[in-house]
Antibody, heavy 123, light 107 residues
């Protein structure tokens, strides 16, 4: 069974930093691209960042809202995805989801989402 | 960036009725369009990818159509478990972008 479990969510002051972690299991983590998506309270979904599966030639992309402040990375040996968040703002308050690329079996595909990690930025 | 616009914002539908949700892209995304369902307190679930292919374990009452800039998600006969918020997302270009969502509520 595919599982994604985020951790590291917390209350942090504006300007502070936080690192989210996502532990993956049930699939060959290194073979799949991964994403971070967030959802502010009562709002819609916002895609944040993508990292390709291979660490030797990772393709990385960011939303403009977090470019230069957030850094995505992965450790395929540990089956973990990370999001380093610096210079946090009040508007970064949200539930952060770790999301897999499509994982296909028997011709049918599904993406997998973690349960989410709550990040609250407030003084 | 490609802007995704969903309509309507809220759709009131009776049990057993058909629901039609729309998603428009500000420029062509070909068929690189996905639909997600999100229930309160839960993570989103992928329903449709490639504009019209149902994801794993998604019931046949969900169908997607369209290409280019105009897309539709149809729920043929609404069940109680289908009342939720639905999002479209394009994955044709970076940054990936979501629509603002359509809430399907009980009429």
């Amino acid at each position: 069974e595919v599982q994604l479990v985020e951790s590291g969510g917390d209350l942090v002051q504006p300007g502070g930093s936080l690192r989210l972690s996502c532990a993956a299991s049930g699939f060959i983590f290194g073979n799949y691209n991964m994403n971070w998506v967030r959802q502010a309270p009562g709002k819609g979904l916002e895609w944040l960042s993508y990292i390709s599966g291979s660490t030797s030639s990772s393709a990385i992309y960011y939303a403009d809202s977090v470019k230069g402040r957030f850094t995505i990375s992965r450790d395929n040996a540990k089956n973990r995805l990370y999001l380093q968040m610096d210079s946090l703002r009040v508007e970064d308050t949200a539930v952060y989801y770790c999301v897999s690329a499509s994982i296909c079996s028997d011709g049918s595909c599904q993406t997998h989402w973690g349960q989410g990690a709550l990040v609250t930025v407030s003084s | 960036e490609i802007v995704m616009t969903q309509s309507p914002a809220t759709l009131s539908v009776s049990l057993g009725e058909r629901a039609t949700l729309s998603c428009r892209a500000s420029q062509s995304v070909s068929s690189a369009l996905a639909w997600y369902q999100q229930k309160p307190g839960q993570a989103p679930r992928l329903l449709i990818y490639g504009a019209s292919t149902r994801a794993t374990a998604i019931p046949a009452r969900f169908s997607g159509s369209g290409s280019g800039t105009e897309f539709t998600l149809t729920i043929s006969s609404l069940q109680s478990e289908d009342f939720a918020v639905y999002y479209c997302q394009q994955y044709s270009d970076w940054p990936r972008t979501f629509g603002q969502g359509t809430k399907v509520e009980i009429k």
